[in-house]
């Protein structure tokens, strides 16, 4: 296979399998953990101020109190990473340009030069957390394979798309093909690893909100 | 036409000075040492002219029109005088029985020594029946003529690597010459047609130093395959800018910006015309405003499409759909599974007393 | 129709400057320009094999200057070849008939290959002069 093929093939049936995978995979999920449903709370439903399945979508999302400063590395290596590769992903030109060839949808991208330096910090971000991950023992201690695999799964693809912009170690369409390749690598891993918490993680919350509530307790 | 080449030329109006001057360009080209212009004259003006049979297959003749007719009347065209070609259907006087004589005599003549030239992709379905000449399939014939040969070259993207006749779905099961012929050196000159002074730099290199030039992973000819159209192409600065052309006839298409929007396939194509060009030097594909087709690549036919972008999907998403039905059938599936399973453990379920926790 | 009418109008990305790669070959060209002293081998840089800019090779052609000799060769197409204010070292320009460069290099010689008439060629012309001659 020369590179043109590889590219090809990335483009064309590995995205095809990809997406296809992708889709199945997540609805698949998303039906079975929705249909499962929950017993119904029969006791009198208390209230509390701050209780609600919407509080805690939002609580969740900030540390709580004291947390920031006992593992402030999770946290704020977190948040970067995570706004990092939303910005990166949904605001990038080429991103922007694939969904439009895909769905027909598009908005504005910002510069490709800032896409850029948001990678580093992003990659940055994700190398001291595994860097964390690696050196604090009970972060180690809990660690699974299914942890350090989706680290990688995530983190290639940013690497291979900022090589393929910046004309690193390898010509841009073998790098390009890498990327592609990567990216579909995380499409199919995404529905059946922890990484499909992107999907579960407000429907979660909410749960739990709502059930704690229930019981007059802001979760 | 006998006696050495340069007497020849000289026939032909063609001086000393202007194939002196031919030959630079032509070593320099081949990315040879300065040098080797004056060796190649040298050997190429005194050159005994070697025998070479000229096979045609599945083709459209446009690699021949290519080099005979590029631009009259080019030193290319001429170089063929350098040459004993002993069989070539479309330039031979000669016609059926007579033509497949001479071939015949020549591979007998020559045996082990002269060179064979193919132009089109060989079918093997039917057992080979969809391209015959004289009644004999030309998968046949090239097995023969190749046994007796020194090399092989390979002209045009149908004999190097199937071209389009091997396009999908490939109805006649059309292969390249390297899928056939493994015990001989080959050389491909790929494109659809080949750059002429390809072929020529690789006879003046056969003539010259008695071997074939430095070949790439594909077969091809390093000194002229040896970087990508984009790596030469004069647009690539607008590239490297992020100025790229969104339509044929948009501003930037006018202002001369990169294609890659557009299709070109530039950056994956090994080939020398943005170096060399074509007809005399006039122009090129992407100076004539469009992308390239990545002709001298593999199965370039089946590369997604000639005005994708290289970094665009191919294909619109085929499985999608159906993959969405069956993810959701799935679930669907899924869950009524887990509801049995629910009510069934529901209906099994008793309760517990007190009296049976103290038995 | 004629081609002004086709409204495309090529603007040249900014010319790149200078890269530095043309000063080392002044220090290549001593080399041969010596060698050439002491053996009387000629020998030739390839221009078009090295990745030079426009800006390089006016770089490197104003360095050397111009000298005093300048040949025009009209051989499919024109060549020029020019003695640089080095003597012996010579800047060889091949054009095609439309005028493109074809090839560019800086050849190191008393004369130039290209120039000395070859001796098979003398002979045609000797044997031209003495057709001249008989008729006389």
């Known amino acids: ?219 | 036409m006998q006696g050495p080449l340069i007497d020849t030329l000289a026939r032909r109006g063609v001086t000393r000075r202007t194939f002196l001057k031919y030959c630079a360009t032509l070593a320099s080209m081949m990315a040879l040492p300065p040098t080797a212009g004056r060796a190649m004259a040298e050997a190429m003006a005194a050159a005994r002219r070697p025998s070479v049979i000229w096979l045609p297959f599945q083709e459209c003749t446009g690699c021949t029109e290519s080099i005979t007719r590029s631009h009259s009347p080019t030193i290319e065209g001429m170089i063929f005088d350098m040459i004993s070609l002993d069989y070539q259907e479309t330039l031979m006087a000669a016609a059926g029985h007579q033509a497949e004589e001479a071939l015949h005599a020549a591979m007998q003549d020559n045996a082990g020594k002269y060179l064979l030239i193919v132009d089109g992709s060989i079918p093997l379905g039917q057992d080979g029946a969809y391209s015959c000449i004289g009644g004999r399939s030309n998968v046949d014939i090239l097995k023969e003529a190749a046994q007796g040969a020194a090399a092989v070259i390979a002209v045009g993207s149908c004999a190097s690597f199937g071209g389009i006749p091997k396009a999908n779905p490939n109805p006649t099961g059309a292969v390249s010459v390297s899928d056939l012929v493994k015990d001989k050196p080959i050389v491909n000159i790929p494109g659809c047609p080949p750059i002429p002074v390809v072929m020529t730099g690789v006879l003046a290199h056969y003539l010259t130093f008695g071997s074939l030039p430095e070949l790439d992973d594909k077969g091809r000819p390093k000194s002229f395959f040896g970087e990508t159209i984009h790596d030469r192409c004069y647009r690539r600065p607008f590239y490297d800018q992020g100025k790229f052309a969104k339509t044929f006839d948009d501003e930037g298409a006018r202002q001369g910006w990169c294609l890659f929007e557009l299709g070109c396939k530039g950056p994956v194509t090994h080939n020398a015309c943005a170096t060399v060009k074509w007809n005399g030097g006039t122009s090129w594909p992407v100076e004539s405003g469009h992308g390239c087709l990545g002709c001298s690549e593999p199965d370039f036919w089946d590369g997604g499409g000639f005005y994708k972008a290289l970094s665009a999907p191919a294909d619109p998403l085929k499985f999608a759909a159906a993959a969405a039905v069956v993810g959701a059938g799935a679930g669907v599936a899924v869950s009524v599974a887990n509801r049995v399973k629910k009510s069934a453990a529901k209906a099994t379920h008793e309760t517990t007393t007190l009296a049976d926790l103290e038995k | ?136």
């Not at chain 1, 509080?55 to 709580?64: A, D, I, M």
């Not at chain 3, 409204?7 to 220090?27: D, F, K, Q, W, Y």
């Open chain 3, 1 to 136: 129709m004629s081609l002004d009418s086709i409204p495309i109008h090529v603007v040249p990305p900014g010319e790149p400057g200078l890269t530095g790669n043309a000063p080392p070959l002044l220090r290549e060209l001593l080399e041969m320009v010596r060698r050439l002293l002491e053996t009387g081998e000629p020998s030739a840089i390839d221009l078009s094999a090295l990745p030079l800019t426009p800006a390089d090779l006016d770089w490197l052609r104003d360095k050397l200057g111009a000298g005093e000799i300048s040949v025009t060769l009209q051989a499919n197409g024109e060549s020029t070849l020019n003695e640089t204010a080095c003597p012996g070292v010579w800047w060889v320009t091949h054009h095609n008939e439309q005028g493109a460069v074809t090839s560019q290099f800086i050849e190191v010689a008393f004369v130039p290959d290209l120039v000395k008439a070859h001796p098979q060629d003398v002979e045609i012309g000797s044997g031209y002069l003495e057709l001249l001659v008989s008729d006389l």
């Open chain 1, 1 to 219: 296979m020369n590179e043109l093929e590889f590219l090809t093939w990335t483009r064309g049936p590995g995205l095809d399998i990809a997406v296809g995978i992708f889709l199945l995979g997540v609805l698949w999920r998303l039906i079975e953990i929705y249909t499962l449903g929950r017993k119904k709370d029969l006791a009198a439903p208390r209230h509390a101020a701050g209780a609600s399945g919407l509080h805690t979508v939002f609580r969740r999302s900030l540390p709580p109190p004291g947390m920031l400063k006992r593992s402030p590395v999770s946290y704020i290596g977190g948040y970067i990473f995570h706004i990092g590769l939303a910005i990166i992903v949904f605001l990038g030109a080429p991103h922007i340009l694939l969904i439009q060839n895909l769905v027909g949808l598009s908005w504005p991208s910002l510069p490709s030069q800032f896409i850029g330096l948001t990678a580093v910090v992003t990659m940055a971000a994700m190398v001291v957390m595994l860097a964390d991950r690696i050196n604090k023992p009970v972060k180690r201690f809990l660690s699974t394979f299914e942890d350090w695999f989706t680290w990688a799964v995530t983190f290639l693809p940013v690497l291979t798309g900022w090589m393929a912009t910046q004309h690193l170690l390898l010509p841009y369409t073998q790098m390009l093909a890498l990327h592609i390749l990567s990216a579909e690598i995380l499409l199919v891993v995404l529905p059946f690893s922890k990484l499909f918490h992107g999907f579960t993680l407000f429907g979660s919350r909410w749960y739990n909100g709502r059930v704690n509530a229930h019981k007059g307790v802001p979760v």
